[in-house]
């Protein structure tokens, strides 16, 4: 997953689902003093809500390794979108 933020920058975002990835981003905002703690506590809270998580430690998510670089993608194809209304 990739993270696109209000300034228009990309980021990889650690977690194998969505769900994973906005709790790890939680703690991370919150700047949580214990992370592995905050996410056991937050994981759990969760799972008693019925959305159980792929991992249940904090340094066992998913750490992407994007094999696209998303802003020279972007940059292709806004050429592409540019090219075809005639505007390179």
Do not use: K, N, W
């Not at 209000?6 to 709790?23: D, I, K, P, Q």
């Not at 919150?30 to 809500?49: I, K, T, V, Y």
């Not at 066992?60 to 993608?73: D, F, K, Q, W």
């Amino acid at each position: 997953m990739i993270e696109l933020d209000t300034e228009f920058s990309y980021r990889g975002m650690v977690g194998g689902t969505l769900a994973e990835a906005c709790l790890a981003e939680h703690i991370r905002y919150q700047d949580e003093p214990d992370e592995q703690l905050a996410f056991s506590r937050l994981s759990a809270r969760l799972a008693d809500l019925g959305l159980r998580l792929g991992v249940q430690d904090y340094d066992a998510l998913h750490e992407p390794e994007l094999t696209v670089a998303p802003e020279e993608l972007t940059e292709e194809l806004l050429d592409i979108e540019r090219a075809r209304r005639g505007l390179s």
